[in-house]
């Protein structure tokens, strides 16, 4: 089991910036690739970016790409996402998840509410 739980979620204007950070626990997190989501009201949770074991490769989401930056710190169990240039569209629930062995991202946090106003 990976326990994680999301905090640096807020209301921000649009053009500024967020830091999400997911902090783990439980099963050895260096080991799992994370990720991050979002879901906007009344829409479908959908992939934002992630991050291998190690760090050294990431992946984004055309919506975020350059603007949004994954990275992970295993020595602190916690993997970030810092938000820069945002905009309205970027309002939405995130939540980190941890890739099991499986290959499906099977741990989940709460969640953490970001809404940026126009």
């Known amino acids: 089991q990976v326990h994680l739980v999301e905090s640096g979620g807020g209301l921000v204007q649009a053009g500024g910036s967020l830091r999400l950070s997911c902090a783990a626990s439980?099963?050895?997190?260096?080991?799992?690739?994370m990720g991050w989501f979002r879901q906007a009201p009344g829409k479908e949770r959908e992939f934002a970016a992630a991050?291998?074991?190690?760090?050294?490769?990431?992946y984004y989401a055309d919506s975020v790409k350059g603007r949004f930056t994954i990275s992970r710190d295993n020595a602190k169990n916690t993997v970030y996402l810092q938000m820069n240039s945002l905009k309205p569209e970027d309002t939405a629930v995130y939540y980190c998840?941890?890739?099991?062995?499986?290959?499906?991202?099977?741990?989940w946090g709460q969640g953490t509410q970001v809404t940026v106003s126009s």
């Open positions: 439980g099963r050895t997190f260096s080991s799992n690739a």
């Open positions: 998840a941890a890739l099991s062995p499986g290959g499906a991202y099977d741990y």
């Open positions: 991050i291998s074991w190690s760090g050294s490769s990431t």
